[in-house]
């Protein structure tokens, strides 16, 4: 009976540790699942910019990224009637135009702006905003507009002197309307100070083969260095020729930019003369001697000329200590001269040469056309 309640002692004792051992196991096991780490979930790996080769990256598109944002669209608006003859307010015509100072102020073409009533500058940045027209001078087809914002992006003028026949030349504008605007056509300086007549006005101009269209007028020429060097002129152009395209240079309209800026006109001299050379005389079909001068048809009353004695049939001959033969050259040396300027005039009268000093006066504002 002892071993019989041993055995049966020994058998609960073992059946209670195999069951706490099973117990114990599969603690352990939970325990284990929950020390597992998280998943990691991988991100995905960015894309890396594509690779711009050094022949891609060429003088070029450093140039048009340099100078591209200061390049806007200027529209041109003006009064018309429509068929009901109401006055509407619409578009003439639309140009380009080149930031040069971080206030506002914009060098583009006269032609651009002439006879505009409201005028609508288009940045870089899709903003259109109104601006004014500061100054123009037909003369030299420049003008200066002016718009009230900041911290603009503006180019960096070169030096037009130093250009040389070759080398790489950048046109940057709106060609054909501001749907292609910030075009950039690019090509080579095809020659330097290129002297283009336009009725009675003479030009000296680069010449470029870069394509300038209607609409590229006002924007820029530009250098392999980013720098501006001439400002584009479509209306300076060959008809029916391509290849061929003009701008004035930078140099020369630094100075009638800031004077159009400031005073909002250039201050030229005249002579106060109504002027006919051979070339003029012979289109009308008259026959002169004007011994090799210049055949004064009119004075203007109260002017330089009439001041100085110099009368209606008096021959020109030399003006500033320069021969002249014709109208366009003698303008051209008015041109180089400053208003108060005291210059020597040698005119023939009667088969007789004499020396007429003349004290050059500002033109009034319809000599300036």
Request: aromatic letters at 4%.
């Amino acid at each position: 009976m002892l071993r019989k309640t041993a055995g049966i002692l020994l058998m609960a004792l073992f059946t209670v540790l195999l069951f706490a051992g099973c117990t114990v196991t599969r603690t352990d096991a939970s325990k284990k699942e929950e020390a597992k780490p998280p998943v990691k979930v991988e991100e995905p790996k960015k894309e890396e910019a594509p690779k711009i080769t050094g022949e891609r990256n060429t003088p070029t598109v450093a140039a048009a990224q340099k100078v591209g944002p200061a390049v806007v669209g200027i529209t041109n608006r003006a009064y018309v009637r429509d068929v009901f003859n109401r006055m509407q307010l619409t578009e003439r015509g639309t140009g380009s135009g080149v930031i040069y100072d971080k206030d506002g102020f914009i060098a583009t073409n006269n032609h651009v702006v002439e006879g505009a009533e409201e005028i609508i500058v288009s940045l870089t940045d899709g903003r259109s905003v109104k601006g004014r027209v500061l100054g123009a001078d037909a003369v030299t087809d420049l003008a200066v507009v002016k718009i009230d914002e900041t911290d603009l992006p503006v180019v960096v003028f070169g030096d037009s002197d130093t250009l040389q026949v070759g080398e790489p030349a950048i046109a940057i504008g709106n060609p054909l309307g501001l749907e292609f605007r910030g075009s950039v056509t690019a090509g080579v300086i095809s020659a330097l100070n290129r002297s283009i007549e336009l009725g009675e006005r003479k030009f000296n101009l680069i010449q470029t083969d870069a394509a300038i269209n209607p609409g590229n007028s006002g924007g820029a020429l530009v250098n392999a260095d980013g720098e501006v060097v001439g400002i584009n002129s479509a209306k300076i152009a060959l008809g029916g020729v391509e290849g061929i395209g003009f701008a004035i240079p930078v140099n020369t309209a630094k100075p009638i930019l800031a004077e159009l800026a400031k005073s909002g006109r250039v201050a030229r001299p005249y002579l106060g003369a109504a002027l006919v050379d051979k070339e003029i005389a012979a289109r009308y079909g008259f026959e002169m001697d004007l011994h090799d001068g210049i055949f004064i048809v009119k004075i203007v009353p109260d002017s330089p000329a009439s001041k100085a004695g110099i009368k209606a049939g008096d021959i020109i001959v030399s003006f500033k200590g320069a021969k002249v033969s014709k109208a366009v050259e003698l303008r051209n040396l008015l041109t180089e001269c400053r208003v108060g300027d005291k210059v020597d005039v040698v005119i023939i009268r009667n088969g007789a040469e004499q020396t007429v000093p003349v004290t050059l006066e500002e033109a009034p504002q319809k000599e300036r056309q």
